[in-house]
């Protein structure tokens, strides 16, 4: 490898900062020849957290993790080490955090009686087995771009198993049959433990804290620039010999113009389209502000490749309309411990080991989850922070005649402590900013073959794609893993790197999985 190419990484996200760790430690690029522009003042894209308990705590979201899948996360988390601890790597660091902190949810699912639905049983008819041992079975190219309703009767979306898989992995009706089959393959492991989520792992604090500070860290520590603040506008290219190749890269940042030359030794990585772009704050005083593609800035870059190129993807596919793959998360700060302790007296969870809350019969599919506290590494001893969202933020509420995406932090509240029967005053002062994602699940769309491109599209000789919109055999989106494997993907094809990657476990292959998995299926 030429020590002196550069790379150059266009979005700041998880997907950015593995992408440059695999080319230092795999790769032999210096940190200081490698840069990453994001567009935000922070790095780590959909893996956020910030605030403080003044002005309230905020995250848009949490990815499940689990330490029987996501072999490349953990492939690169075993070599970064802790914040907490220099002697640990943040692998050895979660598997001890979660060695103490078992979950073993009590109250997956409550009813519109305030009582806990019964989850031993996944609730299916032998229409409903029969269907989706067929839709389990059918071929990606026979699936090409169906919705889940296309092969699920309407019972099947009553029972115990869709509303704990649904609300545990954000699908929809109307999502891509392809993806939910990928799922169902991917975390059969999870298959026979769903309702209490046991093989579900936790990071010690929030994935900003946990995963984004302590590889920014590494990187920083090498020399990485990270230039925040700093919306790319486009990519200067050529073609030649059948392939494209990027030769510079436009940039505004504080009203001002440049151009960076890129050599042909030089490496670029974009991250083509963003699941949390166009996401706005709400207040306990305001709802979030409607924001659409417009007030987007990850879709263009994107759209300007593909134009003509086919190989290079179809973003129309994902971010065509909002209204299918938007919904709308909150967080909590509560200086008062009652909220707490009224949900574990409810659960007989403490916090940290109940997993999702979702109330079945809410208008808005409501959950929440109550994380191990602190939750934030700056957070007071005193102050609680939790995080919930809905499905169907476009309905009206049960207890609050609007629909969610209309509603105030305040509303949100009052909502909650609704189907709980809380008393107002347990969340008296709290803090809760509601967050609307207009994308947050657009990589679930129905989607035809070659709508995603792949890492390294056919025809690109130093541009690579990295996010959730890129394809990779029998993986799945809206994980970190996604992201990740996309990085080690792409920066081992272009730099021609020799050592395999970790492949996915095949779990699904298991004869015991498979048989425990039917054992539930017929509970």
């Known amino acids: 490898m030429n020590t002196q190419s550069r790379a150059y990484l266009v979005g700041g996200g998880v997907g950015a900062l593995a992408a440059a760790a695999f080319m230092i430690r795999d790769g032999g690029i210096p940190g200081e020849n490698i840069s990453i522009f994001e567009a935000g003042s922070i790095m780590g894209g959909s893996l956020d957290g910030s605030g403080n308990p003044d002005i309230g705590y905020s995250m848009r979201g949490g990815r ?109 009706p109307w999502h891509s049959a392809i993806e939910f089959r990928r799922y169902l393959h991917r975390f059969m492991l999870e298959f026979s433990r769903i309702e209490t989520l046991a093989g579900v792992k936790r990071t010690i604090f929030n994935q900003y804290d946990s995963l984004v500070r302590p590889l920014q860290a590494w990187l920083q520590s090498r020399g990485v620039h990270f230039v925040g603040d700093c919306k790319v506008t486009e990519l200067n290219h050529k073609m030649g010999n059948g392939k494209l190749t990027v030769t510079g890269i436009k940039w505004l940042r504080q009203n001002e113009c440049e151009v960076i030359a890129v050599a042909a030794i030089d490496f670029v990585f974009l991250q083509n389209g963003s699941m949390t772009d166009s996401s706005s704050l709400g207040s306990m005083t305001d709802p979030p502000k409607k924001l659409t593609k417009l007030e987007s800035s990850s879709w263009a870059l994107w759209e300007q490749l593909s134009k003509d190129r086919p190989q290079f993807g179809n973003p129309a596919a994902f971010n065509s309309c909002i209204a299918q793959s938007c919904w709308e998360s909150f967080t909590v700060t509560l200086k008062n411990p009652a909220f707490f302790d009224k949900m574990k007296q409810f659960s007989d969870n403490p916090a940290g080991t109940g997993g999702l809350v979702t109330f079945k019969d809410s208008n808005w599919l409501m959950s929440i989850v109550l994380a191990h506290q602190p939750h934030f590494l700056n957070q007071p001893a005193d102050v609680q922070v939790f995080w919930g969202y809905s499905l169907f933020p476009d309905r009206i509420g049960n207890f609050v005649p609007k629909a969610m995406d209309e509603c105030n932090g305040t509303e949100i509240l009052r909502e909650l402590c609704g189907h709980l029967r809380f008393d107002v005053e347990t969340v008296e002062s709290a803090n809760c900013l509601p967050c609307r994602m207009p994308y947050i699940t657009s990589m679930f769309m129905p989607r035809e073959t070659g709508d995603r491109p792949h890492p390294v599209p056919q025809g690109s000789a130093n541009l690579a794609f990295i996010s959730q919109f890129v394809e990779i055999s029998d993986d799945v989106v809206f994980t970190v893993e996604y992201s990740v494997r996309a990085a080690q993907i792409a920066v081992y094809e272009l730099l021609g790197i020799k050592r395999q990657i970790p492949p996915v476990t095949p779990h699904d292959k298991s004869l015991r999985t498979q048989f425990e998995a039917f054992l539930k299926a017929f509970k």
């Open 64 to 172: 499940m993790l689990t330490t029987d899948n996501y072999e490349c996360t953990w492939d690169l988390y075993k070599t970064i080490p802790s914040l907490n601890d220099s002697s640990k790597s943040v692998f050895e660091e979660t598997v001890e955090f979660n060695e103490r902190h078992k979950s073993n949810s009590r109250a997956r699912l409550v009813d519109k009686r305030r009582a806990k639905v019964p989850v031993s049983s996944m609730g299916f008819s032998m229409q409903d087995r029969l269907e989706l041992l067929k839709l389990s079975q059918a071929d990606e190219d026979h699936l090409a771009a169906s919705c889940i309703t296309d092969w699920l009767s309407p019972s099947f979306f009553e029972t115990e198993f869709w509303y704990i898989w649904a609300t545990t992995f954000a699908f929809q």
